[in-house]
């Protein structure tokens, strides 16, 4: 069975601070895919990212940062500089190589405080 | 752009009346999915399509189908809604050569 992580359920800080929103995950797949979603008070889920598990280079994009750790099985998010418009909930997904099915985490709900 | 809309943004209905929820994406994919969200559970998947007329259980069926009668359209039916069944309930789309899911601005669902 596939199960995702995320610990934290609420961050709080100040503007221009950066956060890390982390997220485990098991699985027996030896391919998988990660991918983390923004939702906005305005409900839409918004992709961010996929990587697949082959692929453990971390990545950055803007203000926004991905570490992925296949030894620990974490796939953490950072944000920098965090912005007003970062509050948001995030959340960590986990997808089979095949098929249709993604396994979604909690959620993390950030705010950040002008 | 990848557009996926659901016919409502809140619905209030009553325990025992039948529910429709409708979504809508207009980017000619294959795979359609409904999810329901929860404080702390994140979202669970309730059926997804592959084609028209194809249907599958996910995670959370009991009480609710589905309708696919067009590509395009994914309906999900609350037979007869009860105060459980409130919640948030989003609709998603994918093509078939790619893994990400592209979500609708979801509905919110009481049930009194």
């Known amino acids: 069975a596939q199960k995702v992580t995320q610990a934290q359920t609420e961050i709080s800080v100040v503007e221009k601070e950066d956060v890390t929103l982390d997220c485990v995950y098991e699985t027996r797949d030896t391919t998988y895919y990660l991918f983390w979603y923004k939702q906005p008070p305005s409900g839409e889920l918004v992709f961010l990212i996929r990587r697949n598990s082959f692929d453990e280079q971390n990545e950055i994009s803007g203000r926004y940062s991905w570490n992925f750790q296949k030894s620990t099985s974490s796939f953490n998010f950072t944000i920098t500089a965090s912005q007003v418009v970062d509050s948001a909930v995030y959340f960590c997904?986990?997808?089979?190589?095949?098929?249709?099915?993604?396994?979604f985490g909690g959620g993390t709900r950030v705010l950040v405080k002008p | 752009d990848v557009k996926v809309t659901q016919s409502s943004r809140y619905l209030v209905k009553r325990t025992g009346e039948k529910v429709f929820l409708e979504c809508v994406q207009d980017?000619?994919?294959?795979?359609m999915f409904w999810y329901r969200q929860d404080p702390g559970l994140g979202l669970r998947l309730i059926y997804f399509s592959y084609d028209v007329k194809m249907k599958e259980k996910g995670d959370i069926p009991e009480g609710y189908s589905v309708s696919r009668e067009k590509k395009e359209r994914f309906s999900l039916i609350l037979e007869s809604a009860s105060t459980n069944q409130t919640s948030m309930y989003l609709c998603?789309?994918?093509?078939?050569?790619?893994?990400?899911?592209?979500f609708g601005p979801g509905t919110r669902l009481l049930v009194l």
């Open positions: 980017m000619d994919h294959e795979n």
């Open positions: 998603a789309s994918r093509p078939t050569r790619l893994l990400t899911q592209y």
């Open positions: 997904a986990l997808g089979k190589a095949a098929g249709n099915k993604l396994t």
